[in-house]
C-alpha cells in the first residue's frame, strides 16, 4: 500500500457492514410488502384519496444508507451495496415463487390466497427491481456530482437533490410495469402521485438521519482510502 493510502479504521468497517446488512435484509422482505397498497387521503390539498404501494413506500427509508456510505466511502461501495441488494431482492421474489407452485398441507386453508397474492406480481417484482436499480444508481451519480460542485460542505443539498430526483424515477417506472392495465388509469395516476408526495415526506424527514449515520460511521477516527472513492 502506497504512502497516499491509508486505512480505514477496523471500527468504522463493522459499521460498513452493519448498514449493508440492513439495507440487504430490507430488500430480502421488499417483495412481500410491495403488492400492499394503501390509502392515503389528501382531499384537504384537493387531491381527493390517493394511494401508495407500502413496499414503494417503506423502500424510500434504504435511501440514506446509500447516501451515507457515498458520503464517506464514496460512490463505489454505494453501488456495491445497491447490487447485492439486488441480488437478494432476486433469490428472494425466486424462492416466494417456488413456494406457489407447491402443493399445499393438508388442513392448510390459505394456499389459495397465498397464490393469487404472490403469483400475480411478476409485473410488480420486475418494475421493482428496474425502478429501484435505476433510482438508486441515479441517486448516487446525482449525489456524488453535486459532491464534486460543493465539496464536502452542503450535505443536505446533494441528499435532497439526489433522493427528490431517484424517487420521481423509482415512483413513474415502478407503476408504469407493475400496474399499467391492471388498474385504471385513473387509479394508476392517482397512486403515482400519492406515492411521490409520500417519498417526498420521507426525503425531507430523512437528511437529519443522514448527518445522523455519517457522524456516527466517522467519530473522530475515520479516514477514507482514495482507492475506495471511485
Not at 8 to 16: G, Q, R, V
Not at 141 to 169: A, C, H, P
Request: contains cysteine.
Amino acid at each position: 500500500m502506497n504512502s497516499s493510502t491509508t486505512l480505514i479504521t477496523a471500527p468504522s468497517e463493522y459499521k460498513y457492514y452493519i448498514l449493508l446488512g440492513l439495507y440487504v435484509g430490507f430488500w430480502g422482505i421488499l417483495q412481500s410488502i410491495t403488492v400492499k397498497l394503501v390509502p392515503l387521503d389528501l382531499s384537504y390539498l384537493g387531491l381527493g384519496m390517493l394511494a401508495f404501494s407500502y413496499g414503494s413506500f417503506a423502500h424510500a427509508f434504504t435511501f440514506p444508507c446509500t447516501d451515507a456510505v457515498a458520503e464517506v466511502w464514496g460512490p463505489k461501495r454505494a453501488r456495491l451495496m445497491v447490487y447485492l441488494g439486488a441480488a437478494v431482492y432476486i433469490i428472494a421474489t425466486l424462492l416466494i415463487y417456488i413456494a406457489t407452485l407447491l402443493p399445499a398441507a393438508e388442513g392448510w386453508p390459505h394456499n389459495d390466497a397465498y397464490v393469487t397474492l404472490f403469483s400475480a406480481a411478476p409485473r410488480i417484482v420486475a418494475g421493482s427491481i428496474v425502478a429501484t436499480l435505476f433510482a438508486q444508481l441515479w441517486d448516487i451519480y446525482v449525489f456524488e456530482w453535486v459532491k464534486k460542485k460543493t465539496g464536502e460542505k452542503m450535505l443536505w443539498l446533494r441528499n435532497n437533490i439526489s433522493t427528490w430526483g431517484s424517487q420521481f424515477f423509482d415512483t413513474i417506472i415502478f407503476y408504469s410495469i407493475g400496474f399499467y392495465g391492471v388498474i385504471p388509469n385513473s387509479v394508476l395516476s392517482k397512486v403515482i402521485i400519492g406515492s411521490y408526495l409520500l417519498k417526498l415526506l420521507v426525503a425531507l424527514f430523512d437528511t437529519p438521519v443522514v448527518y445522523l449515520v455519517v457522524y456516527w460511521i466517522k467519530g473522530n477516527r475515520i479516514e477514507k482510502s482514495s482507492s475506495l472513492s471511485r
